[in-house]
């Protein structure tokens, strides 16, 4: 409780996901000063199998970043607590990857941890804790109707176009909007650290980790190499026309687009056209055929309307560093959507996000299903 002219006032619970990182602080810090109650929470998600990930420094599922994030929540006076969550992520994030892989197709791990980890499983404990909202350091921002309106709580880009995230977000349902907030969606960088400093917060100075977080040593090939067999064994290269130019040593080892790696000699640069798993093939071709004008995508997720009825234009966003391009965006047979460039995209890869927008409004998204 708190008072307010005279008044005892009960203030709106929150649970901010603290990463042990400068941005989830600082929207700890913003949400303390705009009068919630603030409670920190980090989720533990490495399997007991491999806790030697929980040792490394750095990271966000580090003992150092939970020591970061306690020492963050000490400082701002609010109580702190560290989730199990390993059981969910191991089967929604680390096994979606790996099976995504074996399928041939890049996935991006930080949408499915979003969507079924943050929040899902995290939203659900927020409420057992008894907290009207959940909290991130995502640069995005959210817009809540009134109440009485009806309308749909909306998704739009940072302000800062250099931190914005809200391509890793366009699986929000409406429930999950309407329980969040994002206080950094207005904010630069920059900004963010200046408060972090203002506060007197330990994390104003750290750096942003950009790793898988759940891959420990080397790199993501190595992580599937173990875990995904099958995705090592050497097969073909052949062309777009079917001719045998090569021997790869794994699938897992390419990406569409790729250029290097390939241990060819055609006398022209070749790169990864498609990945064809069932026969382990690695077809290549040259670079005008790693160009696609259309795309078709699964399991699309609509924000600023309930379902896509027809034909509409927007900018669609093919990978989280791409810039949105002009495109046509129709409903496609079994649910399905189907996107068509004004100009053919390079490397449009399977796996991957497909998110849509309106200026800053986010329309919502799809993983891409071929092309």
Same mark, same amino acid.
């Given at each position: 409780?708190?008072?307010?002219?005279?008044?005892?006032?009960? *203030?709106?619970?929150?649970?901010? %996901?603290?990463?042990?990182?400068? @941005?989830? +602080?600082? #929207?700890?810090?913003? /949400?303390? &000063? $705009?009068?919630?109650?603030?409670?920190?929470?980090?989720?533990?998600?490495?399997?007991?199998?491999?806790?030697?990930?929980?040792?490394?420094?750095?990271?966000?599922?580090?003992?150092?970043?939970?020591?970061?994030?306690?020492?963050?929540?000490?400082?701002?006076?609010?109580?702190?607590?560290?989730?199990?969550?390993?059981?969910?992520?191991?089967?929604?994030?680390?096994?979606?990857?790996?099976?995504?892989?074996?399928?041939?197709?890049?996935?991006?791990?930080?949408?499915?941890?979003?969507?079924?980890?943050?929040?899902?499983?995290?939203?659900?404990?927020?409420?057992?804790?008894?907290?009207?909202?959940?909290?991130?350091?995502?640069?995005?921002?959210?817009?809540?109707?009134?109440?009485?309106?009806?309308? *749909?709580?909306?998704?739009?880009? %940072?302000?800062?176009?250099?931190? @914005?995230? +809200?391509? #890793?977000?366009?699986? /929000?349902? &409406? $429930?999950?909007?309407?329980?969040?907030?994002?206080?950094?969606?207005?904010?630069?960088?920059?900004?963010?650290?200046?408060?972090?400093?203002?506060?007197?917060?330990?994390?104003?100075?750290?750096?942003?980790?950009?790793?898988?977080?759940?891959?420990?040593?080397?790199?993501?090939?190595?992580?599937?190499?173990?875990?995904?067999?099958?995705?090592?064994?050497?097969?073909?290269?052949?062309?777009?026309?079917?001719?045998?130019?090569?021997?790869?040593?794994?699938?897992?080892?390419?990406?569409?687009?790729?250029?290097?790696?390939?241990?060819?000699?055609?006398?022209?640069?070749?790169?990864?056209?498609?990945?064809?798993?069932?026969?382990?093939?690695?077809?290549?071709?040259?670079?005008?055929?790693?160009?696609?004008?259309?795309?078709?995508?699964?399991?699309?997720?609509?924000?600023?309307?309930?379902?896509?009825?027809?034909?509409?234009?927007?900018?669609?966003?093919?990978?989280?560093?791409?810039?949105?391009?002009?495109?046509?965006?129709?409903?496609?047979?079994?649910?399905?959507?189907?996107?068509?460039?004004?100009?053919?995209?390079?490397?449009?890869?399977?796996?991957?996000?497909?998110?849509?927008?309106?200026?800053?409004?986010?329309?919502?998204?799809?993983?891409?299903?071929?092309?």
């Amino acid at each position: 409780m708190f008072w307010f002219r005279g008044m005892a006032v009960a *203030r709106e619970r929150v649970v901010v %996901a603290m990463s042990g990182g400068v @941005d989830s +602080s600082v #929207a700890a810090a913003l /949400l303390i &000063q $705009e009068g919630y109650e603030v409670i920190g929470v980090t989720m533990r998600i490495w399997p007991e199998a491999s806790e030697e990930i929980e040792r490394r420094e750095g990271g966000c599922c580090s003992v150092s970043a939970v020591w970061d994030a306690r020492r963050v929540c000490d400082r701002l006076g609010i109580p702190y607590y560290v989730l199990n969550f390993k059981d969910v992520f191991s089967r929604e994030v680390i096994e979606r990857f790996c099976q995504e892989y074996a399928r041939g197709r890049t996935p991006n791990p930080c949408i499915a941890c979003n969507r079924y980890v943050k929040f899902e499983a995290l939203m659900q404990k927020a409420r057992e804790l008894g907290a009207s909202y959940l909290a991130t350091g995502h640069y995005s921002r959210v817009r809540h109707p009134e109440k009485s309106s009806g309308g *749909r709580h909306l998704l739009y880009r %940072a302000s800062d176009p250099a931190k @914005d995230q +809200s391509y #890793a977000l366009y699986n /929000l349902t &409406q $429930e999950q909007l309407g329980t969040l907030l994002l206080p950094l969606g207005d904010l630069t960088k920059a900004k963010v650290r200046e408060i972090a400093a203002s506060c007197g917060l330990p994390t104003a100075g750290k750096a942003e980790s950009q790793d898988i977080c759940f891959v420990v040593e080397g790199d993501y090939r190595d992580f599937l190499r173990e875990r995904v067999p099958q995705s090592a064994i050497p097969g073909p290269i052949v062309d777009t026309s079917g001719h045998h130019l090569g021997t790869h040593p794994g699938l897992v080892n390419f990406t569409v687009g790729q250029r290097g790696g390939l241990g060819l000699a055609a006398g022209h640069p070749l790169y990864v056209v498609r990945i064809e798993p069932e026969t382990n093939t690695l077809v290549v071709g040259r670079a005008a055929e790693v160009f696609s004008p259309w795309l078709e995508a699964a399991d699309p997720n609509w924000i600023a309307f309930k379902e896509l009825k027809r034909e509409i234009r927007a900018e669609a966003k093919i990978r989280y560093g791409a810039v949105p391009v002009a495109a046509t965006v129709e409903p496609g047979e079994g649910g399905k959507v189907r996107v068509r460039f004004d100009s053919p995209q390079r490397a449009v890869t399977p796996g991957q996000a497909v998110v849509f927008y309106q200026g800053d409004l986010v329309l919502g998204g799809a993983t891409i299903d071929r092309t």
